[in-house]
């Protein structure tokens, strides 16, 4: 007999027939007469009981079981007397496949803290929340793929391992087989040359670089990769990895960015609310009662556009008081993002032409030689969910900027010849994966929405 998931089996239109289940102990109740045990295979945040009475032989086993246990059920489904669930497995048989020692399985029946399932990351993805936030990852991933697949992108993976400063802002993970107790070096500075690479290699901040390679044969092409920035932050929007989502587009300048960046966003809201609907109303629930309603606004509003410049001029003439003074150059901050999207505006907002000075070399640069053709994304709750730029494609435009930024022009002599052999206009832009999760799911913390965080001084499993 095949395994059914319990998610088909409560989407069934009627009870009947023999099934064969398999899963976990939640809970078990019993007395003289029946048991009652809890079962869930992660397929849903929904639990199905299974009844095994005292004439069945498999009894005693059931009524043994504990918390953490797994268990292989074969019986006929029929449906539950009881409230809130639709049907029950009356048991005929019940195999123990694995054992759970009461006393030290660290998951009991209470509500644990977040700091204390970061602990145990091998266990907490049989917690509800856990369960949950693995099924909406999956789920924003598929969309995330759908998407761009559907509207012809290719998908590309770009190098883990690079030599490339993506962001040119350092903070980069090196990566070296050189003996760090007897490090060659040559008139005191490090021999690279002996080392694996034969020059100093790191772990990549971006794949973007080597996505335009791609996207100027290919025309739409995207990286979803991980990535690694050695910022020693431990704030709750930070993380040393992290996945990104990079479309990079060609013959497409800032506009239809902008276009894409706004499809792409409501796609993704739309698909989580409706493929997640018990998933989310439990994130609803019980960690922000905002998250659904957020994500409606977003499936279904048209996101305003303004620069930078207008919207500088909208936080300097609202009478609030930040905690960061407004005042133009500035990179705006979270604060000054929500009140413009929640405050002033109160939908999403795509703010476009910010000052060259806070934003990266490879940014196009405007007619009036102090603004780039950026834009930025900013939703409720959150701020800022995407950030991207139309690229300079003017080879001497882009040199003059790395020139300022203090970027090699010969370790980026791939990057310039792109600008020499065909060139076009191209836009792209980045996605964090993490943050998404977060921002959808309304959870405080992102190192609980990835499965293993990876944080300053923190490297388990």
Request: aromatic share 10%; glycine share 8%.
């Amino acid at each position: 007999m095949q395994r059914s998931k319990i998610k088909d089996i409560f989407a069934r239109e009627q009870s009947g027939g023999d099934v064969l289940v398999q899963g976990w102990v939640k809970t078990r109740r019993s007395s003289k007469s029946v048991t009652f045990v809890q079962i869930t295979d992660g397929s849903t945040l929904q639990d199905l009981q299974i009844v095994v009475d005292e004439s069945n032989p498999s009894h005693e086993a059931a009524s043994g079981l504990t918390t953490g246990c797994s268990v292989s059920v074969e019986g006929v489904l029929v449906e539950s007397p009881g409230q809130g669930q639709k049907y029950e497995v009356q048991a005929s048989s019940l195999t123990v496949l694995g054992e759970s020692d009461p006393d030290s399985y660290p998951l009991q029946k209470k509500r644990h803290s977040p700091e204390f399932l970061r602990e145990i990351a091998h266990l907490r993805p049989r917690t509800n929340t856990f369960g949950a936030m693995a099924r909406v990852r999956n789920s924003v991933a598929y969309a995330i793929h759908t998407f761009l697949q559907e509207r012809g992108f290719q998908f590309i993976q770009t190098p883990i391992i690079t030599a490339s400063d993506a962001e040119g802002a350092g903070s980069m993970f090196q990566v070296t087989t050189l003996d760090l107790n007897d490090v060659p070096k040559d008139a005191g500075k490090v021999k690279h040359e002996v080392d694996f690479f034969g020059k100093p290699a790191f772990l990549t901040v971006s794949g973007q670089l080597e996505a335009e390679i791609f996207a100027m044969a290919l025309s739409d092409v995207y990286t979803f990769g991980p990535t690694f920035r050695a910022e020693n932050s431990n704030t709750s929007r930070h993380l040393a990895e992290f996945w990104m989502v990079e479309p990079e587009v060609a013959f497409c300048q800032l506009d239809g960015l902008t276009e894409l960046a706004e499809d792409f966003l409501k796609y993704l809201c739309g698909h989580v609310l409706d493929k997640c609907p018990e998933d989310m109303a439990f994130f609803n629930k019980f960690y922000d009662d905002s998250t659904i309603a957020t994500l409606e606004g977003i499936a279904n509003s048209q996101f305003e556009r303004i620069t930078y410049t207008e919207a500088v001029k909208m936080l300097q003439e609202s009478g609030e008081k930040f905690e960061y003074p407004v005042t133009w150059g500035i990179d705006l901050q979270s604060e000054h993002e929500r009140y413009l999207t929640e405050t002033k505006i109160q939908r999403p907002v795509i703010v476009t032409d910010y000052p060259k000075g806070i934003k990266a070399f490879y940014m196009r640069l405007n007619d009036d030689d102090e603004t780039v053709r950026a834009m930025d994304v900013l939703v409720p709750r959150i701020g800022e969910i995407i950030g991207g730029s139309q690229r300079e494609e003017r080879r001497e435009v882009l040199e003059a900027r790395m020139s300022e930024s203090g970027i090699s022009h010969d370790e980026y002599s791939w990057y310039l010849d792109l600008r020499s052999f065909g060139t076009v206009p191209h836009s792209g832009f980045g996605l964090g994966f993490e943050r998404t999760v977060q921002f959808v799911t309304g959870v405080s913390n992102i190192r609980d929405v990835i499965p293993f965080p990876r944080t300053p001084g923190s490297a388990e499993f």
